[in-house]
């Protein structure tokens, strides 16, 4: 079968990637939630909301190393007319006081200590001066305190019955922190999808396998590995298919019931070892689209089989990771509940000509920087799809619209956002 049978057979019905993003949405759904323990829980996404049990602090605490005392009682004071108070008690962090406060005494307290009743104000230990005097022990106050003043209220920070974290939060260092606050040693998560990839092609070897003639080694698979786990997912390395479409559709359908989804890399244009296209072609399952209008990777594939994807992406290093980014990043952070899963868009200068012409919009591996306070982009190097060192120095996807003048230097450009 030559090409041109080939195209006819697979007839490509080309979408705007943001349709086929939309198309995916459609099928998108998230495989479950587990309880994880705290300590287990970053980088981890919330499965339901978490409602404070407690006041936040459930005390009223010293917001300074001090004296807690009763406001009122330094109306009038100056340095030449200072007030005098007995110091009754000392309380240390975590100690309940064991005396009220009166308008002729105080106590002495540590930062974050519990306040005393009646005490309405601390006074930081630097502006007064103690002694003593008989036995007793005083401290001289020369300035007027205003009511709450280094004093922290009950449910400052948050009140019991408010919402503490919302479903779909990311538990990260700060998010950690307020879930031990209130006490949350377990907590519920959204599953984390597990991916099986597969890479297409008999001219692929194993990563150990030492170079041949008109071989290569599969690259693409523990790159699509990488970044699944840096999305949240667990990826199943399933090794190589081969170009004999049986056999290839054998394998893909056993790892359906191992993995949440499937992806492959390469056999998916139209040439006659192209696998990819004959499973499409004679599935039972539902085609989503079969060409995006895009550089690289326009022939990248979607399906839909008994609920689970199926990804096809080009073989091309370059095409196979921006189709990664565009398509199954968003899968793998819509299975795990999170709101925010599309690559956050931004405007930047390019910082050099670009003259390739583009019939399609053109995403460009990019580096970002920064030249007298504005953000500029520039290819990270050789835009062929072909090439992989490229890959590592990408921080953003450059989005060249079609047309047929490139674009200067100088002009901006809309740029998607790969890294932090």
Sequence with gaps: MDRAESVHRFRRHTVQVEEAQRRIEEHLHVPGVEEVSLENAFDRTLAEDMIAPEHMP????????????????????????PVL??????????????????????????????????????????MTEDFEEQGKTYVRIKKEIQPGKNLTSIGHEMTK???????????????????????????????????????????????EAPLCPGKIRNSNSYMLAALIREAGGIPLL??????????????????????????????VSVGDYDILVDIFQNWEGKMLFNKVAMRPGSPTTAGV????????????????????????????????????????????????????????????????????????????????????VSIKDSDCLIQIPPGSNGMQQGELVSVLMLKG
């Design 58 to 81: 459930h005390f009223r605490r010293s917001g300074m190393d001090g004296f807690a005392i009763m406001s009122s009682s330094t109306r009038g004071a100056s340095p030449e007319s």
């Design 85 to 126: 108070l007995e110091v009754i008690d000392n309380i240390p962090c975590g100690d309940v006081p064991r005396s009220e406060i009166s308008p002729k005494t105080a106590s002495r307290i540590m930062t974050g200590a519990m306040v005393p009743e009646n005490a309405d104000a601390v006074i930081m230990l630097e």
């Design 161 to 207: 019955g408010e919402c503490v974290l919302q479903k779909g939060t990311v538990i990260r260092a700060g998010e950690t922190a307020l879930l031990a606050t209130f006490g949350f040693p377990i907590v519920k998560v959204y599953k984390r999808p597990t991916i099986a990839i597969f890479a297409t092609g008999s001219e692929l070897l194993p990563v």
């Design 238 to 267: 399933m090794g190589s298919i081969p170009d004999e479409a049986d056999k290839a559709q054998a394998l893909i359908f056993e790892a359906f019931s191992l993995a949440d989804f499937v992806i492959t890399s390469g056999g």
């Design 305 to 388: 089989w008994n609920d689970q994807f199926l990804f096809a992406l080009s073989g091309n290093p370059g095409a196979c990771f921006v189709g990664y980014q565009l398509f199954i990043r968003p899968v793998i952070l819509g299975m795990q509940g999170m709101q925010n899963r599309y690559l956050q868009s931004y405007t930047a200068f390019l910082g050099e000509d670009f003259k390739k012409v583009n019939a399609f919009p053109r995403y460009v591996r990019g580096k970002s920087y920064i030249r007298e306070g504005k953000v500029f982009v520039e290819p990270a190097g050789m835009d062929q799809s072909s090439v992989t």
